[in-house]
């Protein structure tokens, strides 16, 4: 889904305002040869901390991911940011990303998603220091 997203967004469409960062934050390489199966674990939420920067410093400047209203881009990326607690990553320390995470929930229609059922308490692991 990563890779469509990107793809689809990052076209050379001359009505695009913003360059996308799903391209910069390189999601779709989970799958990558480079990366290995099985993802660990560590490597896993290195990666979300890694791409909750890149996400934080993008709507640093702006309020939505791809234009200047929400779009496919904000839906498809909003229920992993959402649930990324429940995960182990702590997406309190991203403060645009918070305030993303509010936009997108005051959409018109909005239905708020619920939390895993019975999921086992993850600890959050604490933001790596760059």
């Not at 779009?71 to 320390?93: H, K, Q």
């Amino acid at each position: 889904m990563w890779h469509f997203i990107s793809l689809s967004l990052d076209g050379n469409d001359p009505r695009r305002i913003e360059r996308n960062f799903l391209t910069r934050a390189h999601l779709h390489d989970f799958t990558s040869p480079r990366h290995g199966w099985p993802l660990s674990y560590d490597q896993a939420v290195r990666t979300g901390y890694r791409i909750l920067k890149i996400m934080d410093e993008h709507l640093a400047d702006r309020e939505w991911l791809a234009l200047k209203h929400a779009t496919i881009a904000d839906l498809a990326c909003y229920p992993y940011v959402a649930l990324a607690a429940e995960g182990g990553v702590d997406t309190s320390s991203f403060g645009h990303v918070c305030r993303w995470l509010e936009r997108v929930e005051e959409i018109p229609g909005f239905w708020p998603m619920p939390l895993i059922p019975n999921l086992p308490p993850v600890p959050l692991v604490p933001v790596p220091v760059a």
